[in-house]
């Protein structure tokens, strides 16, 4: 249950928070930021229908875990390298929200 609640909590946070953070932080404009903010919500979506057809053969555990390591390590070069550059953060959120 800790493991779901976490990854709610980060999946939210930056599904709520990056439209705003791509129209104040970086300057885009607001319908950019939306469509950006879109962009990565349809990536979640096709993510997702990839893994109906895939959890089942891997099992839960490992995809949860690799879930967790493959966003982490997405979201690592932000964090090392900064975000002052709106299109890899762009990049790198929408391929860790998908995992």
């Known amino acids: ?5 976490t990854a ?5 946070g930056l599904n709520n928070w990056m439209p705003t953070l791509y129209n104040t932080v970086y300057h885009l404009p607001l319908r950019a930021s939306l469509n950006f903010a879109l962009l990565t919500n349809a990536t979640q979506i ?7 057809f895939v959890i089942d053969k891997v099992g839960r555990k490992t995809w949860m875990a690799a879930c967790f390591v493959i966003g982490g390590l997405l979201l ?17 959120v929408t391929l860790a929200m998908a995992s």
Request: proline residues 3%; contains cysteine.
């Open 76 to 92: 690592a070069p932000l964090g090392l390298f900064g975000a002052d550059d709106v299109n890899r953060v762009i990049i790198f």
């Open 1 to 5: 249950m800790g493991d779901l609640a």
């Open 46 to 52: 096709l993510v997702l229908l990839v893994c109906v």
């Open 8 to 12: 709610y909590g980060v999946t939210n």
